[in-house]
Each structure stands twice: as structure tokens, then as C-alpha cells.
């Protein structure tokens, strides 16, 4: 009986992975076609926005602060909020844009949620590792002092991120007002990113603040990694799994709902 | 079998509530080729979808032993903006078949050479039938869901319909919306009338288009 349930779960978790592989490549070839550098246009938009305001920073604030080099700080806080954002325009109204596949059964909402935020999240690690081995050259970039840490960060910083996307998406469905609110949430969401400051730069009332964004917390994992014992970091780890856990419960039960009443053309 | 136990449907928008079914309960079994009837607004296609898993009831059961093709209608099962190879490559991967098979069987099928390259969303509705059927008879279900499309279709389409899908693969299940009498009387065994929110199985077929007629 267990053997056939096993069985069963790994049956579905493979349909599962084939679903998601082929919506992905529907997804690149519709969103990038087959000419030019295809699918690597996936990488030049965080790559510009992190280089761009990486310069105009280098020539307002000077080349380094605190004594890290400001291009490299800010572009190791542009590219996962690039991420954020990218990920939260792509889940509203992700049912609808692909509604007429909801025709096979065996795509599941989730599966649209899922295959456009693995698609960001190779974009924007391509873009970072790309980022860094060009900065690495140019000297500005230090190799990560502590590689797992900042792997560990990253992950946690995009599972939060998901478990965003994965209510959104749902609740986009439900409400047109939500959708409205989106683009004023991510612009106030960015003090509260870790973008543009460790958070030892802080006082230490507003730092316990800055601490509750699960994003903070993450960034500043990101960033120990990066530079190590030049900077100090705050963070707890629990934070952002909490937060993202309960993110992602919430999410899969409106799925849940949102497919119960969802209209498809 | 396709077992609908107590199948209820309704669409709530904007404060408007509109019951379509109330309380379906119909059985399709093995080798049924069974004929859905109904005026415009009935229920055909809503009971289609919910049947072939597009949309979901709002309450009752639908219970699949075999396997249902997606709904072949006008609308649906592709992505307006991919080529038909790009669809049946992405239909072959979720199937999990050969994409080369498959591709023949649709090149062969369909007769639509060149336009095979062009997105989906420039084909007239005959040539996403002719798509949509390829795709399905290449995959094999036992239960084919076919909203309308049928009839669309020029003679030579129809004619291969009717070798592929009626002779062929006499032993599949169907299940086929339509309007036209002469259709269901020279192809179906069975037919269903859906008329207010319910669904009657009738297994005299003509009898069942003497009362749809006079709906």
C-alpha cells in the first residue's frame, strides 16, 4: 500500500518536472524568440540596472563606503531585487495569460508560477555570476570570503520571494484592485531590501526594525559571504524560512481556491 | 468509464449568479460513442470542460478510469503565439511521447505543410481542428472530448475523421457536442439532452433528437 503510494508520488512529481520543463521552454521561446542572443536577453536587464546605478553611485557617494567598493555593494543589492520585482510582475494574472493550457490536465496552476520564477531565478544568477566574475577582473569585487554563506542567503532571499509570488499570483485573480497596488508596493518595498545599507550602519533601534523584513535578513547573509570580517552583518536565519513558509501555505491554499472557481475561455 | 456523480455548476460575476448545471449525474462507458444535444447556453461545453478537468465543479464528482483528451473546440489546448510544430512539440513533452512520431503523424494528418511554421493564432478554425485532432488521435486517448469543432472541418478532413476516428479506433470512447442531427444519428450509439441545468442519457438516439427538436 505504501509501495503504491510511493509509486504514485513519484509518477506525479515526474509529470510534474516534465510540466514545468516544457512551460518553461513555451515561455523562453515566446518571450525571447529564437534570434539574436535569445534567452540571454534574461540577463541584460539586472545586469544594466545594477551597473547603471552602481556608476552614478561611484560618482555621488565616491568609490567606496565604509570602506566597501560601492559599485560591487550595489550591485549585489540590485540584482536580487530585480529579482523580486521581475518575479511579482510575472505572477499577476499568470492564470489568464495561460489559461488556454489549462486544457491538459496535467498542468497545474502552480506550474505557471513555478516556471516563470525558475526562469527569473536562472536570469538573475546568471547575471550575478556574470556581474561578479566582471568585477572580480577589474579588481572591485572581492572573491566571496565565505561562498556558502552567500549561496545560503540567496536561496533564502528567493524562497521568500517565491512564497510572494505564489500569493500574489492568486490573489491577482481574484481582485483587479490588487493588481493596482503592486507597483506602489515593490517601489516602498525597497527601503526594506537591504539595497542600500548593511544594517550595522544603523542605530540600534531602527536595526531591530530593519531585521523584521525577512529581505534584510537575507541581503545581509548575501553580503557576509561577500566581503566577510570587512563588514559586520546581522541576521537570523529563522527569519526569512518562517516568513516564507507561512508565505507559501498561504499561497498554495488560494491556488487551491483560485482553480476552484477559475474561468477558462 | 466517466462517472458524473452529482455534478453542479455555477458562474458568480459581479454580484450576477448564473446556476448552468444542477446536479448532473451521467455514466460513459467503454466504447460509448455518445451524442450531447442541447440548445445555445444549455451546458455542452461547460459539462465538457468539467469533464476533460478544465474547469472544476462547484460541487459533485468527476471520476476518470480511462484516459480523456483535453476538450478539442475552438477555443484552448494551444498557445496562439507558437507555431504548430512549437505546440505539438510542447504538447509531445507534456505527453510525454516522441516528438518525432508525433510530428509525423500531424504532418501526415493535417496537410498543412508550410503553415505548420506560422502561429497558431493566424489559422482559421478548420485548421486548428485539423491541429487539435492530429495532436489527440497521435497521443491515443480512450475518451475523446470534441466540442462543435467536428463540423468544421472541409469534406477531406471529415473524411479522414471519419477513417482515423470511427474506423479505426472503434473501441475509444466519445463524447461530442454538436447540432447536427445527422451527425449524431450516423455516428453516435447514444445521446444526452441537456436542457435546464440537467442531463439525460437517452439510449435510443433518435428518440433523443425527436425531443431535442422539440426543446
Sequence with gaps: MTNGRFSRLFTSWAVQVRVIHALMIRELITRFGREN???????????????????????????TEHGVNVIAFVATGYIPITL???????????FTANQS??????IKIVDFILARF??????????????????????????PADIGLLIAGWLIYCLFCFSLCLIIGPLSEISEAWEKFIPVTTYIMIPFSGLFYMVSWMTPNFRDFLLMSPFVNGMEMMRKGIWGD???????????????????????????RVRRILTVE | MII???????YTHGGQHKQVLNGVNLAIARGDRVGLLG????????????????EMPTSGKVTRSMSVSWPLGFAGGFQGSLTGFDNARFIARIYQREYSDIRRFVEDFTEMGKQLRMPVKTYSSGMRARLAFALSLAIEFDCYLIDEIILVGDQNFQRKCQAEMFEKRQDRSMLVASHSPDFIRSFCNKAVIVHEGRATLMNDVDEAIEQYDRL
Design chain 1, 37 to 63: 542572443i535569445g534567452f540571454l536577453w534574461i540577463m541584460a536587464e539586472p545586469l544594466l540596472f545594477a551597473g547603471l546605478v552602481g556608476l552614478v553611485w561611484h560618482f555621488s557617494h565616491g568609490a
Design chain 1, 84 to 94: 523580486f520585482r521581475h518575479g511579482v510582475a510575472r505572477s499577476v494574472a499568470v
Design chain 1, 101 to 106: 493550457l489549462l486544457y491538459h490536465r496535467q
Design chain 1, 118 to 143: 525558475i526562469i527569473e531565478l536562472l536570469g538573475s544568477m546568471m547575471a550575478y555570476l556574470f556581474m561578479a566574475v566582471v568585477l572580480i577582473a577589474f579588481d572591485v569585487f572581492p572573491i
Design chain 1, 230 to 256: 570587512k563588514v559586520t552583518a546581522y541576521y537570523d536565519i529563522w527569519n526569512p524560512i518562517i516568513c516564507s513558509a507561512i508565505g507559501i501555505m498561504i499561497g498554495l491554499l488560494l491556488c487551491r
Design chain 2, 4 to 10: 458524473c456523480s452529482n455534478l453542479s455548476k455555477a
Design chain 2, 39 to 54: 440548445r445555445n447556453g444549455a451546458g455542452k461545453s461547460t459539462l465538457i470542460k468539467l469533464i476533460g478537468g478544465v
